[in-house]
């Protein structure tokens, strides 16, 4: 009886550690998931922002020839990824810096992170609304105002 | 008596170490450009080719140390820790012809850092629109980590900078001046006896250092 019993309570326990784990496993695995794509989400929009910045800044700079189309496109595609990264610093994106050039001061300053960003997107709207009519040197001074945008988020909230 | 001290590539060597050192300072880290005329010039340009320049001075000077004028070289003016200890102990017991044993620790520490921070730059990456011309040869996080030794060795440098400045205006309340001799060469010595220190014409070292401008512009440019 003795024995049964003991038997009972420990096929029990099995029975119940193994649903706990069968339920708790997957939730924290899509917990770091979810985090971890929120930095892969922002680390891509980061990304296609600067391969579309740096090719304006080599007409800026002169490395490459100044073609208004181009230019265009470049600022309007500029102005839509504005949105993106920012949504992956909050939600499932929220404090984390594991793998990431993130500051803690992110979560620190919400709002003047907030500002610094929103001042981003104001810059990238007004150098594709520039580039729709303006020759290189008018949109000389929107873009640099735009780089420093990125500058001035970056100095507080990026990794040296 | 009156000897001949810094050769004239030292001198210009140091003068022009300064200008390109604040031009650096100047568009280290800053969004900007400037526009004369039609002409554009971004910052982040003007501070790759004035690193360029850098890194032709700074390697030249090195050279320079090996087989140039007497008082430049570092087996002229390096001395081991005893002597840095006694000239620690007691700053202005003793005339120094050239770098006195503290100075000249900081000689070499001040080259390698500018070296390095020559070097870190080739492999930079601001995140924005400037990358180094070397950046695409190593692997991302070395950039990572070279652009931001760039970035913080820099406030070392300017310490150090600080010092030098802080022991030349030290040496000149105890009436030991050092400036003029390295605009002049010349150095008024109170010791009677000194061997004379073998010179080295200093266009040996310009040509040296246009040598070295020419491969690195080229290559680096």
Redo the contacts between chains.
């Keep these: 009886m003795m024995r049964f019993t003991s038997i009972l309570t420990l096929a029990a326990t099995a029975a119940i550690t193994l649903t706990a784990l069968q339920f708790s496993a997957p939730a924290k695995a899509d917990a770091f998931a979810e985090a971890d794509e929120a930095v892969k989400y922002r680390q891509g929009a980061f990304s296609l922002i600067r391969e579309n910045f740096g090719h304006m800044a080599g007409m800026v700079r002169g490395e490459i020839e100044f073609d208004a189309e181009s230019f265009q496109k470049r600022a309007e595609a500029l102005k839509h990824l504005s949105y993106i990264p920012f949504d992956g610093f909050s939600g499932a994106g929220a404090g984390i810096t594991d793998g990431s050039d993130a500051l803690p001061g992110i979560w620190e300053n919400w709002d003047d992170f907030n500002d610094k960003a929103e001042a981003f997107k104001e810059a990238a709207h007004e150098l594709a609304r520039a580039s729709e009519d303006a020759s290189l040197r008018e949109l000389r001074p929107k873009f640099m105002a735009a780089a420093r945008t990125c500058q001035q988020c970056h100095d507080e909230y990026r990794a040296d | 008596m009156v000897i001949k001290l810094w050769d004239g590539f030292i001198r210009g060597f140091h003068w022009l170490l300064v200008v390109v050192l604040a031009g650096l300072w100047y568009t280290g ?1 800053s ?3 400037l ?1 004369i005329n039609d002409t ?1 010039i ?1 910052f982040v ?1 003007v501070h790759h080719k004035l690193g360029l320049i850098m890194l032709a001075l700074i390697l030249t000077r090195i050279i320079w140390g090996v087989v140039g004028s007497q008082p430049a070289r570092f087996s002229t003016f390096l001395k081991g820790p005893k002597a840095i200890i006694g000239y620690i102990k007691s700053p202005f017991s003793k005339e120094h012809l050239t770098h006195n044993p503290g100075g000249g620790i900081i000689v070499v520490i001040m080259l390698a850092m500018l070296l390095a921070q020559a070097i870190t730059g080739l492999f930079s990456d ?4 400037f990358r180094g011309p070397l950046a695409s040869t190593v692997s991302n996080d070395v950039v ?1 980590l070279l ?2 030794y760039h ?2 060795a820099f406030d070392f440098i300017l310490a150090i900078i600080a010092l030098h400045i802080v022991a030349i205006f030290v040496y000149l309340l105890m009436k030991k001046n050092l400036i003029s001799p390295m605009i002049t060469g010349k150095k008024a010595i109170t010791s009677s006896a000194t061997e004379a220190l073998k010179q080295r014409h200093g266009g040996y070292g310009f040509i040296l250092l246009a040598v070295n401008l020419i491969w690195i512009f080229w290559w680096l440019g």
């Design positions: 880290g969004v900007d450009y526009e554009v971004e340009d601001d995140a924005i629109f990572r652009t931001s970035k913080q």
